[in-house]
C-alpha cells in the first residue's frame, strides 16, 4: 500500500499499481511497461466478457438469424460496450494516471504551492494514493457493479419480444454469464474510472484551499492555473467509453425499440452539455481564490498604472522643456504599451480555468459516439455520395 507521494523527481498522483486488482494484475505481469501487455490486458478482457457470449448465445442459435428477434449480432449494445467501451475504459486509466502525474510536476516545478503549504499538498497526495489503493474501495465498487447488473438485468429488462438474452421462459445462458460476469466488469472498470476522477477532484479542493502564489499578469488568463485547465483533457479517453455506453445504448432503442434519431436528439445533447459541466467542475473550487486574486490585482497594478502614466504625462505632456530627451527612439512609449497590455491580462482573467482547447477535445470525445446515429436516418451510402459529390 502507498505510504505517501513519491520523490519529486518523478511525482503521481495515484499509482498505475494501485488497487486490488492492479496488484493481482501486477503479479501475472500485466502491468509492467511493454505496450503489448496492457493491450494483452485489453484483449483478456474481451475474451472474458464478449467471446463466452457469443459461444452461448451460437449454441442456443441466438447468435445471427431469426430465431429471436433481437440475436447477438443484431444487438449494437452489448457489441459496442465489450469491444470498444471496456478496452477504452482501460486505456483511459494508464493514460489519466499519466496526465495526472504531469500536473502534479507541474504544481511543483512551477512554485504555485508555497513552501511553507508543501506538507499540505503532499498529505493530499498520499490520502489520495491510499483511497485509490484500497481494498474495500475496490470491494465495494464490485457490490455496486454486480447490484447495478443484477437489478438493471432482472428487474428493469423490458420484454416485449425475445432476445439472445432472454425469452419468454426466461433468462438463457448468455444471459446469466451477461449479468453475472460480463457487465460486472464493465460497470467495475467504468466505476473504477469515475472513482479516479472523484479522487482528483477532491484534490483540487485541498489544493484550492492552499494560498496559491497566483500571478494575475499571467498569459494564460488564470493566474498561472492554465495547466489544471487543460489537464481536465485527461479524462477525454473516459467520456469517450462511456459515450459509447450512451451512444450503443440509443442504437438499441432506435432499432429494437421505435426509437428515432429525432426523438433522441435532446436526450443527447443534454448528455453531451452534462458531461462537460460535470468534468470542468472541479475548476469551480479555485473561483474564489482566482476572483480575488483578480481584484487585486486590479486594484494594485491600477495603482502602479497611475504612478507610470503620471510620471509619462509629467515628462512628455505637461513638460515643455526643449532639454527633455527626443522623442523618436525612446523606450517610454513601449513601456506604455507593455503596461497596458499587462493590465489587459489582468481585465481578462477568468473565474473559472477552463481552456477552450481541453474543452474542445472534451466535446469531441463525448460528442463522436454519436455520430453513426446519423445513419439511422440517412443511409451512409447516401451520405459518402453526397459527399462525394461536394468535394468533385
Known amino acids: 500500500m502507498s505510504k505517501g507521494p513519491r520523490s519529486n523527481t518523478d511525482p503521481v498522483f495515484v499509482s498505475q499499481s494501485g488497487g486490488l486488482t492492479n496488484r493481482i494484475a501486477g503479479r501475472i505481469r500485466l502491468l509492467e511497461p511493454p505496450v503489448w501487455r496492457r493491450i494483452l490486458r485489453a484483449f483478456l478482457l474481451i475474451l472474458l466478457t464478449w467471446l463466452p457470449l457469443v459461444i452461448l448465445a451460437a449454441f442456443a442459435g441466438h447468435a445471427i438469424g431469426t430465431n429471436v428477434v433481437v440475436s447477438l449480432w443484431r ?3 452489448v457489441n459496442a460496450r465489450f469491444l470498444l467501451a471496456l478496452p477504452l475504459l482501460e486505456a483511459a486509466e494508464v493514460f489519466g494516471i499519466f496526465w495526472l502525474a504531469l500536473q502534479i510536476r ?7 504551492i508555497p513552501p ?59 444471459g446469466w454469464w451477461h449479468m453475472l ?46 495547466f489544471v485547465a487543460y489537464g481536465q483533457a485527461s479524462f477525454a479517453p473516459m467520456v469517450l467509453a462511456l459515450s459509447v455506453v450512451v451512444s450503443a445504448g440509443c442504437a438499441y432503442e432506435i432499432y429494437h425499440r421505435g426509437g428515432s434519431l429525432n426523438s433522441l436528439k435532446y436526450h443527447v445533447i443534454v448528455y453531451v452539455v452534462l458531461i462537460l459541466c460535470l468534468v470542468h467542475l472541479p475548476l469551480l473550487a479555485f473561483a474564489a481564490q482566482l476572483s480575488r486574486r483578480r481584484f487585486e490585482g486590479l486594484l494594485r497594478f491600477g495603482n502602479l498604472i497611475w504612478r507610470h502614466d503620471s510620471a509619462f504625462d509629467e515628462k512628455w505632456l505637461s513638460n515643455d522643456s526643449k532639454n527633455r530627451e527626443p522623442l523618436l527612439g525612446t523606450m517610454d512609449i513601449q513601456s506604455l504599451a507593455h503596461i497596458a497590455t499587462a493590465y489587459h491580462h489582468i481585465q481578462e482573467m477568468r473565474m473559472i480555468p477552463i481552456d477552450r482547447a481541453a474543452l474542445a477535445v472534451l466535446f469531441v470525445s463525448a460528442a463522436i459516439p454519436f455520430l453513426p446515429l446519423i445513419g439511422t436516418e440517412i443511409p451512409f451510402p447516401e451520405i459518402i455520395a453526397k459527399l462525394g459529390e461536394l468535394l468533385i
Open 181 to 226: 460476469i460480463s457487465l460486472p466488469i464493465l460497470y467495475f472498470f467504468l466505476l473504477r474510472a469515475l472513482w479516479i476522477f472523484v479522487l482528483w477532484s477532491w484534490f483540487l479542493l485541498r489544493v484550492s484551499r492552499i494560498e496559491l502564489n497566483l500571478t494575475p499578469t499571467h498569459p494564460d488568463q488564470a493566474g498561472g492555473l492554465g
Open 106 to 112: 507541474q504544481f511543483l516545478g512551477t512554485d504555485i
Open 75 to 77: 444487438d449494437p449494445e
Open 116 to 174: 511553507r503549504d508543501r506538507p499540505q499538498f503532499d498529505a493530499a497526495i498520499a490520502q489520495s494514493q491510499r483511497w485509490q489503493d484500497s481494498t474495500i474501495s475496490e470491494v465495494v465498487m464490485f457490490v455496486i457493479a454486480i447490484a447495478a447488473s443484477f437489478i438493471s438485468r432482472h428487474y428493469m429488462l423490458s420484454g416485449g419480444h425475445s432476445t439472445w438474452e432472454r425469452l419468454a421462459t426466461g433468462m438463457t445462458p448468455a
